[in-house]
């Protein structure tokens, strides 16, 4: 969604003036100032590292460029921690307080990205606050891309329209500005990215340290009818401690990280992995089924823990161990569903991770559907719904409706419980089908071992940003005399306490 007519540059200069800025006139409100951006650049930070970090890349030496380096705060952080820093900025005044700020030792271009050598290459190029002030976002984009190493990695800041203001403030939206030429909501700016050539994006609530003091000067520059006099109400009545005190929010902004796609060539690997225990009957089919698979441009790789079954389950996964796409771990004891997961997950080298069981509920054939959603539409995170289409297909056992239907319900409980904490609108949280870019979990630490996995890697991964799309899949339940292994009275309460757990606690 863009402006139309854009402001021409005549007015664009006049408005990115000495005062562009909030608490810049005088040294103390510059210094206050400071302190809350630089709290700000060092939580960005930390979410970039875990990103590199996470795809086994390191921070230290990296060459780090960032377009509209304000006052330098940013820049100042990175280079603390190591990152071989470059900045861009198109105000004159910032560029020169900047320079004051930062010193001789780093270089600091006036201008825009399209003065930078067209031989430049950077690891990382971030970009907070500025995508919204560009006149051709797809096109900065693009340049971006041409400036950045294979697999480069971009981390930028834009208001949402998405967020709990914009909602809150309607058409007197705070982001609403002149110099604002574009605005983006999550699905808008992945599908820009997915555009330009980039692809592994998250999107992160964008948490800025700020304090009262600034709010309201935020609002004294942009004057906003009710918000503005109550925020100046508001400073008369505090002590100066209290409107200086500094607090972690997200307020009207999303992080954008993501990758620069080299692979418009290149086949996709997925990894499959398969937990194992007391399944002897569908074990050989599920292995074989797997192995059998072909999808267009993909290399499948499987991956099967095997929890020491007792039925003869653990002797059919070593008839594989020759092939060389299947990678087996055989635990000594069983510890749960989860724990198999996720010793399968650290040994997982696809750009796509897809679990399957071994029990044939689901069907092969859907495959196709899931990575499909993934490679055309920059997908990060899909579930397989086995609500899609017209029929029912959910825990319809035969013999037992009276299990059925208290199993649907509390399905449907949960399910409800999740898509109001979360914010998110599913249908089928607890399929089997989680299929996510393996790059989505890059720093995530799991540690639920039964069923409550599955809660742990949804949660956690829609925490991070990835909400999930929902692709239609074919199921055919079984029933627990056919060996479903759900406890079907103690379950329950620990998906409760992991929805709970997740909601509320920092992950």
Known sequence: ????????????????????????????????????KDATARNYLDVLDAYLKGSGRP?????????????????????ERGYDVTGIEYSETSANRAAQHLGESIRIIRGEISDLSPSERFDVVVFNDVLEHVRDPQGFLER?????????????????LDSRTARLQGTKWVEFKLEHL???????ARRL??????????????????????????FDLHPRPYWTPL?????????RAVSEHPFEVVASGILLLARKSVRLQKQLRLSVVMAVFNEAATTRTAIEGVLAKQIRDCIIDLIIIESNSTDGSREIVEEFRENPRVQIILEDRPRGKGHAIRQGFEIARGDIVLIQDADLEY????????????????????LGSRHGGEKFKVRQFEGTPIVAFLANSVHWILTFLINVLFRVRLTDP????????RSAIYGLTFHKNRFDFDYELLLKLIRRGHKPIEVPVNYTARSFTEGKKVRFFRDPLTWVWAILEFRFTKI
């Open 1 to 36: 969604m863009g402006t139309s007519p854009q402001p021409s540059d005549e007015t664009l200069g006049k408005i990115y003036g000495a005062n562009y800025f909030p608490l810049s006139s005088t040294p103390e409100e510059e210094k206050h100032s400071r302190s809350l």
């Open 59 to 79: 921070t230290h030496g990296v060459r780090l460029l960032e377009i509209g380096i304000g006052f330098g705060d940013f820049l100042s952080a990175a280079r």
């Open 430 to 437: 607890f399929t089997m089908f989680k299929v996510f870019r």
């Open 231 to 239: 925020l100046h109400r508001i400073q008369r009545i505090v002590p």
């Open 363 to 382: 069907d092969f054939e859907d495959y196709d559907a899931l990575i499909e959603a993934m490679r055309n539409g920059g997908e990060t995170f899909v």
């Open 144 to 160: 971006v891309h041409s400036a950045m190493h294979d697999e480069g990695v971009i981390l930028c800041a834009v208001p949402s």
């Open 193 to 218: 990215l997915v555009k330009a050539g980039f692809e592994d994006i998250a999107v992160l609530p964008a948490k800025k340290t700020l304090s009262l003091k600034y709010i309201a000067a935020h």
């Open 182 to 188: 574009f605005y983006f909501s999550r699905a808008n």
